[in-house]
């Protein structure tokens, strides 16, 4: 099979000795040139035509940022992971990387962890990154090359066979139009590619969604802050971290915090914001299964949970709690996801209701919130 060929673009020839370290230890992933700027960077991508590069951010002669606008302008399908530090500086230039077409980031290891922790965390975070960039590239490749009949019209989407719902939830004030249960609560769970999914996603949004959204974003500290700061800004939309004890209201998005798991909980007829400590979940904390599990104790039947893109399967259990309560699930499908891995394992458990592109969520969302009566009436800021 071939190996994945791989460009290390780094300013310290320190750290591109350790990532290239890290990466020859994988006999798949073949690193096929170093370069200590981003004008080097762009000579070595027309020399060796990697299939992925790792991009530091802050460099001379030329930036990271600077070297990506140029990458997508000529090889937009080139998989570009960048080299971030977890400071405040080093999050804002890692998400207006994103927001220019990157695919994903690791933060550097930090110099107090030692070689072996650093090259050991490489391993765990670069590695897998890189693969499934690569296959989910070449997934997407094939599939449209087999794509010989159009795709299904936008209002036919897939669909799974209507099931039986389970009725703990105040039955008598609940009303169903359509085969469709009205959403009360609202997680959507992201990694890779989430940060631009979800900028999307709520730009298409009305500012007054009769009910809250709550978001479990893969990201560490400081960097949540950041995107939910950078989400409200550009969107308009009440849109900041998730606060423990905050009481959640129509109109709201509220986002984990990095490091916490986000969950929600339901005291007399009203939903309120928890953050917990609980161990990782699919080694990342916040994760989305405790998210998902707590919105369908808490909602039931009401409960709408979303998978956008990212890697792994985190949210496929919580998927299925939720499809057991009697609630929704949606997920993004393959052609719009930069990495069709969480959303993928949903799908492929048969636990999705709906597969549906990006530019068509936002509008399902909508459908489902406006459908019949609130079981759970949420009151808006306002009226608070």
């Not at 409960?303 to 399967?313: D, E, I, P, S, Y």
């Not at 699930?329 to 458990?349: H, L, T, Y």
């Amino acid at each position: 099979m071939r190996r994945i060929r791989t460009l290390v673009v780094d300013d310290s020839a320190t750290i591109r000795k350790i990532v290239c370290g890290a990466l020859r230890f994988d006999p798949e992933i073949e690193v096929v040139g170093e370069a200590a700027d981003g004008r080097e960077a762009l000579a070595q991508i027309e020399s060796t035509a990697p299939d992925a590069v790792t991009l530091d951010i802050e460099m001379p002669v030329m930036d990271g940022l600077e070297a990506l606008r140029e990458i997508r302008r000529t090889r937009p399908r080139l998989a570009v992971i960048m080299f971030s530090t977890r400071t405040e500086r080093g999050a804002v230039a890692t998400l207006d990387a994103l927001a220019l077409g990157a695919d994903d980031y690791v933060t550097k290891p930090s110099g107090a962890e030692g070689l072996p922790s650093a090259v050991q965390k490489l391993r765990d975070e670069l590695i897998p990154r890189i693969k499934e960039l690569c296959r989910s590239r070449v997934a997407r490749a094939e599939a449209a090359e087999r794509r010989a009949p159009p795709p299904a019209p936008p209002e036919a989407p897939r669909r799974v066979a209507p099931r039986p719902a389970q009725e703990p939830f105040l039955t008598s004030e609940r009303e169903i139009v359509g085969g469709t249960r009205r959403a009360d609560l609202v997680a959507l769970a992201a990694s890779t590619g989430g940060p631009s999914a979800l900028t999307d996603f709520f730009r298409a949004l009305p500012r007054d969604l009769a009910a809250p959204i709550l978001v479990a974003q893969h990201m560490p500290p400081l960097f949540t802050r950041l995107l939910a700061e950078r989400l409200a800004a550009r969107t308009g939309l009440d849109v900041r971290e998730a606060v423990d004890g905050e009481r959640l209201l129509s109109g709201m998005a509220r986002i984990a915090p990095g490091d916490r798991h986000l969950v929600v909980r339901r005291e007399r007829g009203a939903f309120y914001a928890a953050l917990t400590d609980d161990l990782p979940e699919h080694s990342c904390r916040p994760a989305a299964d405790p998210l998902f599990r707590s919105l369908a104790a808490a909602a039931g039947p009401n409960a709408l949970c979303v998978l956008l893109t990212g890697m792994g399967r985190d949210g496929c259990d919580g998927a299925r709690s939720v499809r057991a309560a009697g609630g929704a699930v949606v997920a993004q499908d393959e052609a719009s996801s930069v990495v069709w891995g969480m959303p993928g394992a949903v799908v492929r458990a048969g636990l999705a209701d709906e597969v549906l592109p990006l530019s068509r969520i936002p509008l399902e969302v909508q459908r489902r919130v406006a459908v019949g009566r609130s079981s759970f009436p949420l009151p808006t800021p306002a009226s608070v």
